[in-house]
């Protein structure tokens, strides 16, 4: 079993910050990236932010500059930065690890249950 385990959604006015960390746990043998989406209604699920194994980073565009990921020093927790955050970050934001549970299996993604980010004054 692995369970991604999401925190730090809420409430914030535009131009503030929120921090959303995400834990993996569970059967894990390596994790080759993690990264953040994010969903509206009605809308498809897009890619925030990913960090892989090495620890290059790549952003969304209309987030660069304000939003920025990190791996935890255990390598098993995503962080997701977020500031100067504006209405139309306003999503269900998901945590990803594309991950192997064991040696020799092709890494595949798990997902964690999302956790709502609303910028609004």
């Known amino acids: 079993q692995v369970q991604l385990v999401e925190s730090g959604g809420g409430l914030v006015q535009p131009g503030g910050s929120l921090r959303l960390s995400c834990a993996a746990s569970g059967n894990i043998f390596s994790i080759s990236a993690m990264g953040w989406y994010r969903q509206t209604p009605g809308n498809q699920r897009e890619v925030v932010a990913l960090i892989d194994s090495n620890g290059r980073v790549d952003y969304t565009d209309s987030v660069k500059g304000r939003f920025t990921i990190s791996r935890g020093n255990d390598k098993n927790t995503v962080n997701l930065q977020m500031n100067n955050l504006k209405p139309e970050d306003t999503a269900v934001y998901y945590c990803?690890?594309?991950?192997?549970?064991?040696?020799?299996?092709?890494?595949?993604?798990?997902w964690g249950q999302g956790t709502q980010v609303t910028v609004s004054s």
């Open positions: 990803n690890a594309l991950l192997a549970r064991q040696y020799g299996e092709w890494p595949r993604d798990y």
